[in-house]
């Protein structure tokens, strides 16, 4: 088999890689997803009741988007002599990928201990940290759409969707928070109006800004975010978001970033690194939850521990990706 970009119109396993149709399908699937969630929230309020165990299942379902990382550090290397992107050097090597996983593992271990021990400061440090990789993520998305993409319409929406469910209705995050740290819930109510106020100015900037730059997808995108967080239940919200929009618009990010192959051979490339940091994962959550962690507040120090590194990478992917045009390839 010949890769893609030696012969471009070359059928591969599984059918060959398009980033168009990819892009389309997910960015539109997940989309209706937070779309379809809200409506549920709306039309059966009870459904709130069941956010923090969507929460657990939209945590777990998206742990794999950041279980590759390990393999995406070493994708940022231009594959063509010439190609836009900086030679990663030794990151790039096979060699250094065993000292990179465990700086990482330890990273993640440093913070999942600050989120337990300092957790007020920790878990608003990584909120706002939070704030930037999903907006990162949502500006990389339009880009690879072949977008000229709106920086204000991504960090409106990557605040949003934490500002709204946490400070809309704190009642209903309340559980959840007082399970991480009863001292989280008093601090938030103090920063809620300024950061309402603030999510507030940064959507209008959003709007004005995709209007401009005619980035009509990230407009319908961001008032889809924005009107579920205010009339849906909060988590429900945010478990529908992270699982059904952020993990898998990544997914496609790194599938697009891959060197070679059809969309089954990269599929199947991602799943079998997934597998062995998705376990670790489940088995550092596992052990949060057997020495006394409720289950939906382990999930989210898991996830929130992981998110240092995992941005880090991610940064460094959007710095050093290859862009090409947006036809497949
Ligand atoms: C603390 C907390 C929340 C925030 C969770 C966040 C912000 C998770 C971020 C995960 C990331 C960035 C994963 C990597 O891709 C909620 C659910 C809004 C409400 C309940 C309490
Ligand atoms: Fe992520």
């Known amino acids: 088999m010949t890769g893609p970009r030696a012969t471009p119109r070359a059928r591969t396993r599984g059918g060959r890689w398009d980033r168009g149709r990819a892009t389309a399908v997910v960015g539109t699937a997940s989309v209706l997803a937070v779309a379809a969630a809200a409506a549920v ?60 996983l465990l700086g990482y593992a330890l990273l993640a271990a440093g913070v999942a201990w600050a989120a337990l021990v300092l957790t007020v400061p920790a878990v608003l440090v990584l909120l706002v940290l939070s704030c930037a990789h999903f907006a990162e993520g949502e500006l990389a998305f339009a880009r690879l759409r072949g977008e000229p993409g709106s920086g204000a319409a991504a960090a409106a929406l990557g605040t949003a969707v934490i500002a709204g469910p946490l400070l809309l209705r704190p009642d209903a995050v309340r559980p959840v928070l007082d399970a991480l740290d009863p001292g989280l819930a008093p601090v938030l109510e103090v920063v809620r109006t300024p950061v309402l106020l603030v999510t507030g100015l940064l959507v209008l900037a959003g709007v004005l800004s995709s209007v ?56 199947t490339r991602l799943g079998r690194a997934a597998v062995l940091p998705t376990g670790a994962a489940l088995a550092a959550l596992g052990a949060l939850v057997v020495v006394g962690g409720s289950v ?34």
Do not use: K, N
């Not at 709130?48 to 165990?53: C, N």
């Open 41 to 100: 929230g709306v039309v059966l309020p009870a459904s709130g009741a069941a956010g923090p165990a969507l929460l657990v299942v939209a945590g777990v379902l998206g742990l794999p988007h950041g279980a590759v990382d390990h393999l995406a550090m070493g994708w940022s290397r231009p594959v063509e002599p010439g190609a836009p992107g900086i030679d990663p050097g030794w990151i790039g090597t096979a060699g250094a990928r065993p000292a990179l």
């Open 212 to 267: 401009r730059r005619r980035c009509h997808r990230q407009l319908v995108e961001l008032a889809v975010v924005v009107v579920a967080g205010l009339v849906a239940p909060p988590l429900l919200v945010f478990a529908a978001w992270f699982g059904a929009w952020h993990a898998p618009r990544h997914l496609v990010r790194l599938l697009d970033l891959e060197p070679d192959g059809g969309t089954w051979t990269r599929v």
């Open 296 to 329: 939906p507040a382990s999930v989210l120090v898991v996830l929130l521990a992981l998110t240092v590194p995992h941005a880090a990478v991610v940064a460094r992917l959007g710095r050093t990706g290859r862009s090409r045009p947006a036809t497949s390839s």
